[in-house]
């Protein structure tokens, strides 16, 4: 968990270089959530779940370039006996960056860690801990004004002491859209192929592909 870390704050600092910064902006954000049990004996309800959420992220902008970084806390609670198994806390660090270059291209990369502990162990009394490293980038090119070209490719790889549950997951993106006077036409496709590490499982897909239309009288 550690080298991670410090593997992805050494790249954060890469781009930083060269770049006439302009002041951070700063912002906190918190999230809470809480669920709530009807008792089936004199129909009042109880509390049965508490979420806390809490978001620090830091955006700084640099003609041509933009970056951001955010650090994400959460944990949730269980009330109700029998679920406090299910009580998780985790850490999350993102960061972010794009580049346009010139009028036609722009470039994107995000990278992430993300810790997360479970309060109790599994059914084989294994650690359901997990920590989730991801890298991905994307390109995007306008042919002419108004049609634009995008492509994106992500990978994922959760490592946890249960070889059920470490998986390496590969996600590519790709889309077009394109502006006909008062029509806006768009297809996109996602593409994900997930990697389970145990060996009995084999690995499985999932494809999406949309295709839409819209009409702007307005415009």
Known sequence: MKKSVCLLLLCIGLPACGLDWTYPVFSV?????????????????????????????????????????????????????????????????????????????????????????????DSHGLSKDVVTMSAGGDVSLTVVKGTSIEAGLDWRFADAQNPADSLSTWVIAAGLSSRLGQWLLSARYRGELRSPQAAAMGNDSYNTAAVSLQWDPNR
Request: without cysteine; proline residues 3%; negative net charge.
């Open 29 to 121: 954000k918190y999230e809470a959530a809480g669920g709530a049990a009807e008792d089936p004996d004199d129909e009042t309800y109880f509390a049965s779940s508490l979420r806390n959420l809490v978001t620090f992220q830091v955006k700084e902008a640099a003609d041509p370039a933009a970056f951001g970084l955010a650090v994400t806390l959460s944990g949730k609670d269980y009330y109700l006996p029998g679920d406090q198994s299910g009580d998780y806390s985790y850490v999350r660090i993102e960061q972010d960056g794009a580049l346009r270059i010139g009028r036609a291209w722009k470039l994107g990369y995000a990278l992430g860690v993300k810790s997360m502990d479970y309060a109790m162990l």
